[in-house]
């Protein structure tokens, strides 16, 4: 059974630091993206930085230079560093993983529960 853990949410004010691990655990054959959304009360769940096997990133514009996504292979965890939070950044961070876990069949799409990171301003 493949489990998504994350950790590393909380409080923090406008202007601070915060990272997000996620690691996961399990029958894990190969990566194929590992990345992190948010979703904010009343809006819909928005990417916000991912990493692909080979090593390239991608980050919504709105964290571009605040925000770097970064994975460790060995240890199956891809991290969130958030710095120079704002307010807006505010919503539940949720892990996500497309993994391969049986040479037999497609890669399989998984989701952590969620971190709440709250910015005060």
């Known amino acids: 059974q493949v489990q998504l853990v994350e950790s590393g949410g909380g409080l923090v004010q406008a202007g601070g630091s915060l990272r997000l691990s996620c690691a996961a655990s399990?029958?894990?054959?190969?990566?194929?993206?590992m990345g992190w959304y948010r979703q904010a009360p009343g809006k819909q769940r928005e990417l916000v930085a991912g990493?692909?096997?080979?090593?390239?990133?991608n980050y919504a514009d709105s964290v571009k230079g605040r925000f770097s996504i970064s994975g460790d292979n060995a240890k199956n965890t891809v991290y969130l560093q958030m710095n120079s939070l704002k307010p807006e950044d505010t919503a539940v961070y949720y892990c996500?993983?497309?993994?391969?876990?049986?040479?037999?069949?497609?890669?399989?799409?998984?989701w952590g529960q969620g971190t709440q990171v709250t910015v005060s301003s």
């Open positions: 399990g029958r894990i054959l190969g990566i194929n993206f």
């Open positions: 996500n993983a497309i993994l391969i876990t049986d040479w037999q069949y497609p890669p399989t799409n998984y």
């Open positions: 990493i692909i096997g080979s090593g390239a990133t």
